[in-house]
């Protein structure tokens, strides 16, 4: 029986494709994927924007700027209290329109269950006005509620009469399953005449993905490992776009097992940034939360590391070298725990650097990577068996820095993996959230960031370069956004075969178990 609806849910996916005019989908390779369809649930609302599912009342574009998505203005009524006006004509991809009520369900249920959608504003009033207005009033105080709505936790989503939830994006779900996610033109959404149908696949890794890339199995290869890239390119009709992301990578420290000041300043100080880079084959070292792209950059310092400057802080602190070229004090030797989870590649590159660069400097250091399944990286951090954390971040998702500030360093971040408890820096992450002037909002970002510098709560490293594979009949996507914007309603290309000539193996599996069907009715 469960073969048999498994069958039937495939076929109707293909049914489906087959009434868009296309039954090739554009086979999309990802590292990670959404483990569920409710966006009420941890990072679900940015994985499902990822995927061209869900969307926002406000988005960010290609050149950073804050556009309306499902909504077309704000306004203030007072310091706590405004007015969001929604596109009269939206739809969900069910066909019911996106009413007021909707919204205000949809920000209201966000707030209440998923921490990060209570970072910016606390707790949140939503209520309908009208039929297209609704007036959200906030217990913290707001410059621009426009950029708090572009956060990728205030999704917007309705349920169904069966209980599935409803999105409005370009696409819409088919088939949900563990590893795979069949997607067919929102019928509502402008354009959806123009556009395939999409297969997302998950890899166990980026050299999965990469072998996958190679054997013309996936059209649109997202985040390739660096060292898989001298082969790939010489293969015929293989397409490599590298570009300069939104995400930094960076290592949070345990300020609760590395308490003293000295010891972190000393390992940030060790860390060639340059090494770094160089080692991930592309990028830009930095100390600055904010890429040098946006007017919240603020780094002057110099990029390579100081050694000398860092033992002479670690001796300061106690911890001399012994005999066997150890760090100790008091007869015990410093040792740390420095995680990194798989599913960036680029962090367990960085990994590697820094053990090296630790050890040299006479630290002992075990290097722990986490599992596939999320929930372990999860554990780790829950349980603090962590010294340092290596860890990827966009700190611009909405344009503008308070979530990241206010997420991953007011002391009561829902992100705040260094444990930091900075009356000062609290004090000053409110002063932005009621900045409303841009110079004023640029310094206040500024000194934050020099008071997390002199505190050392994280270690920020370098804003990396990706690098993604595209097939012949995918040539003309253009990547950027890091991956928060992959699958995007400019995701169109001619239906055709996939380079090397093969069919992709969902289609071709499609056209066996609609063959096979027509065969068992005869």
Same mark, same amino acid.
């Given at each position: 029986?469960?073969?048999?609806?498994?069958?039937?849910?495939?076929?109707?996916?293909?049914?489906?494709?087959?009434?868009?005019?296309?039954?090739?989908?554009?086979?999309?390779?990802?590292?990670?994927?959404?483990?569920?369809?409710?966006?009420?649930?941890?990072?679900?609302?940015?994985?499902?924007?990822?995927?061209?599912?869900?969307?926002?009342?406000?988005?960010?574009?290609?050149?950073?700027? $804050?556009?309306?998505?499902?909504? =077309?203005?704000?306004?203030?009524?007072?310091?706590?209290?405004?007015?969001?006006? $929604?596109?009269?004509?939206?739809?969900?991809?069910?066909?019911?329109?996106?009413?007021?009520?909707?919204?205000?369900?949809?920000?209201?249920?966000?707030?209440?269950?998923?921490?990060?959608?209570?970072?910016?504003?606390?707790? %949140?009033?939503?209520?309908?006005?009208?039929?297209?207005?609704?007036?959200?009033?906030?217990?913290?105080?707001?410059?621009?509620?426009?950029?708090?709505?572009?956060?990728?936790?205030?999704?917007?989503?309705?349920?169904?009469?069966?209980?599935?939830?409803?999105?409005?994006?370009?696409?819409?779900?088919?088939?949900?399953?563990?590893?795979?996610?069949?997607?067919?033109?929102?019928?509502?959404?402008?354009?959806?005449?123009?556009?395939?149908?999409?297969?997302?696949?998950?890899?166990?890794?980026?050299?999965?993905?990469?072998?996958?890339?190679?054997?013309?199995?996936?059209?649109?290869?997202?985040?390739?490992?660096?060292?898989?890239?001298?082969?790939?390119?010489? +293969?015929?009709?293989?397409?490599?776009?590298?570009?300069?992301?939104?995400?930094?990578? /960076?290592?949070?420290?345990? /300020?609760?097992?590395?308490?003293?000041?000295?010891?972190?300043?000393?390992?940030?100080?060790?860390?060639?940034?340059?090494?770094?880079?160089?080692?991930?084959?592309?990028?830009?070292?930095?100390?600055?939360?904010?890429? &040098?792209?946006?007017?919240?950059?603020?780094?002057?310092?110099?990029?390579?590391?100081?050694?000398?400057?860092?033992?002479?802080?670690?001796?300061?602190?106690?911890?001399?070298?012994? =005999?066997?070229?150890?760090?100790?004090?008091?007869?015990?030797?410093? =040792?740390?725990?420095?995680?990194?989870?798989?599913?960036?590649?680029?962090?367990?590159?960085?990994?590697?650097?820094?053990?090296?660069?630790?050890?040299?400097?006479?630290?002992?250091?075990?290097?722990?990577?986490?599992?596939?399944?999320?929930?372990?990286? +999860?554990?780790?951090?829950?349980?603090?068996?962590? &010294?340092?954390? %290596?860890?990827?971040?966009?700190?611009?998702?909405?344009?503008?820095?308070?979530?990241?500030? =206010?997420?991953?360093?007011?002391?009561?971040?829902?992100?705040?993996?260094?444990?930091?408890?900075?009356?000062?820096?609290?004090?000053?992450?409110? /002063?932005?959230?009621?900045?409303?002037?841009?110079?004023?909002?640029?310094?206040?970002?500024?000194?934050?960031?020099?008071?997390?510098?002199?505190?050392?709560?994280?270690?920020?490293?370098?804003?990396?370069?990706?690098?993604?594979?595209?097939?012949?009949?995918?040539?003309?996507?253009?990547?950027?956004?890091?991956?928060?914007?992959?699958?995007?309603?400019?995701?169109?290309?001619?239906?055709?075969?996939?380079?090397?000539?093969?069919?992709?193996?969902?289609?071709?599996?499609?056209?066996?178990?609609?063959?096979?069907? /027509?065969?068992?009715?005869?």
């Amino acid at each position: 029986m469960f073969a048999l609806v498994h069958i039937l849910s495939i076929l109707s996916f293909g049914l489906v494709c087959a009434s868009q005019g296309n039954d090739d989908p554009v086979v999309v390779g990802l590292t990670f994927l959404a483990e569920s369809t409710d966006p009420s649930e941890g990072s679900t609302p940015w994985a499902l924007t990822s995927h061209g599912i869900a969307e926002k009342l406000f988005t960010v574009d290609k050149n950073g700027n $804050i556009v309306g998505q499902l909504a =077309t203005s704000v306004a203030k009524v007072s310091d706590f209290v405004w007015d969001v006006t $929604i596109q009269p004509d939206s739809k969900f991809s069910d066909g019911t329109p996106v009413s007021s009520e909707a919204v205000a369900f949809s920000l209201m249920e966000q707030n209440n269950k998923n921490p990060s959608a209570q970072s910016s504003l606390g707790n %949140m009033t939503v209520v309908a006005l009208d039929d297209t207005t609704v007036r959200i009033e906030s217990e913290r105080q707001t410059h621009m509620m426009d950029a708090v709505l572009a956060e990728w936790a205030f999704v917007i989503y309705s349920k169904a009469s069966d209980g599935n939830f409803v999105f409005t994006g370009p696409f819409a779900i088919a088939v949900f399953e563990a590893e795979q996610i069949h997607l067919v033109p929102n019928e509502y959404y402008l354009g959806a005449t123009v556009r395939s149908s999409v297969l997302i696949k998950k890899f166990e890794d980026g050299h999965d993905l990469a072998t996958a890339f190679k054997d013309d199995k996936v059209d649109i290869a997202f985040q390739l490992p660096i060292d898989t890239l001298p082969d790939l390119r010489k +293969e015929k009709g293989a397409r490599i776009k590298s570009f300069e992301v939104g995400y930094h990578y /960076m290592m949070f420290y345990n /300020m609760e097992t590395l308490e003293d000041v000295r010891i972190r300043k000393a390992i940030d100080l060790a860390i060639d940034r340059n090494t770094v880079s160089q080692a991930l084959a592309g990028g830009k070292g930095t100390r600055s939360l904010f890429p &040098d792209n946006s007017p919240f950059f603020s780094d002057d310092s110099e990029a390579g590391g100081d050694p000398d400057a860092a033992s002479k802080l670690l001796e300061e602190a106690g911890w001399a070298l012994n =005999t066997s070229g150890k760090r100790a004090k008091d007869g015990k030797e410093l =040792t740390v725990q420095l995680v990194a989870y798989p599913h960036r590649p680029g962090l367990l590159i960085s990994q590697k650097v820094i053990a090296e660069t630790l050890t040299a400097l006479g630290i002992s250091v075990t290097t722990i990577v986490t599992g596939q399944d999320w929930s372990e990286t +999860e554990q780790v951090i829950n349980d603090r068996s962590f &010294d340092l954390l %290596m860890w990827a971040q966009h700190t611009l998702p909405a344009g503008d820095p308070l979530w990241f500030l =206010t997420t991953f360093f007011r002391s009561d971040g829902s992100n705040n993996h260094a444990h930091i408890n900075s009356t000062t820096i609290d004090l000053y992450v409110d /002063m932005l959230s009621r900045s409303e002037g841009h110079d004023e909002r640029v310094m206040l970002s500024q000194t934050i960031q020099d008071f997390i510098l002199e505190a050392v709560p994280v270690s920020n490293l370098v804003t990396p370069f990706w690098h993604v594979g595209l097939s012949e009949r995918a040539a003309d996507y253009e990547p950027w956004g890091s991956d928060y914007y992959v699958i995007r309603s400019d995701l169109s290309v001619a239906p055709g075969e996939v380079s090397g000539g093969q069919r992709s193996a969902a289609a071709q599996g499609l056209l066996i178990i609609c063959a096979t069907f /027509m065969v068992v009715m005869l």
